[in-house]
C-alpha cells in the first residue's frame, strides 16, 4: 500500500517565548486526508504548535512544512484553515453574512456559503444572527467561515469545548465525513475520550512530544481501554526515565505510526 502524503513534517521545532521554551524540539509527520488529535494537558503546548503550522507563530529553530511549502508562506493562504477556541464571527451579522464575507476574502461563491452553511447543520438558521443563536451553534458558524473555502488542510483549536455530548457527537461525524472527502484535520483537545475519533494522536507534554501513535497503540502501550488512564501510564513511564519525554520516546512512536500506514 502507498504511504499517504505528508500534510505536515516537523523536524526539532523549537518554539521559544519571553525566553521560555514552548516547544522543545519536536520531531512528527502528519498524514494527509485523516483526522490527527493534538492531546495533552492545559498548557503542554497545543496552541502554539497549531499557532505554529498556520503561519502566526515564530519558530525559534528547526523546520515546520506545510502541504509542502514552509508554514506561514503566501501560497498556503487559501489552503489552510484555523478556528481558535474563541468563535471569530461578527455577531451582529447573520450566520450568511459571516459566512459569505470570510468567503468573499478566499474568493468563494455564494454556492460555497451555503454548502458550508449545510456542512456544520445550521441551513434552519442562515438568516439569524450570530448573536441569537445558542453557544454550540455560535461555535459552528466559525467552523462554516473556514470551510466556505474549502482549505486542503484544517486546524481546529478544541472545536468541542463547552459543548454538550450530543452537539460534540455530530461535529465529530462531520469531521470524518470531511476527512473521508479528503481534508487533512488537525484537532486539539484536552479531553482524551476523543482520541478514539482521531486515526492518529500527537501526545503533548510540557512542550515536548511524548508519542505519535494510534488510539489502539495508546491503549495498548497504557495497558488500558480508557484512553485516559492509558495516557496517565504513558506519562508516569516517561517521569520514571531518565531521559524524560525526548527524542527516543517520540521516534519510537513515529516508527510504529509509519509502519501500522504502510501495512
Known sequence: MTPFPTAIEAAGLRVDRSRREILKGLDFRVHADRITGLLGPSGSGKTTLMRAIVGVQRITRGSLTVLGQPAGSAQLRHDVGYVTQGASVYADLSVQANVR??????????????EAIAA?????????KAADLSGGQFSRVSLACALVAHPKLLVLDEPTVGLDPVLRAELWDRFAAMAAAGTTLLVSSHVMEEASHCSSLLLLRDGGLLAQLTPA????????????????????AADSNSNGPGPGINRAGQGRQERQVRS
Do not use: C, P
Not at 101 to 113: L, S
Not at 218 to 227: T, Y
Open 101 to 114: 464575507y470570510f468567503g468573499a476574502m478566499h474568493g468563494a461563491t455564494a454556492a460555497d456559503a451555503t
Open 120 to 128: 456544520v447543520g445550521l441551513e434552519d438558521f442562515a438568516g439569524q
Open 217 to 236: 497503540e495508546l491503549a495498548e502501550r497504557g495497558r488500558s481501554e480508557d484512553l485516559e488512564r492509558a495516557f496517565l501510564t504513558i506519562i508516569k
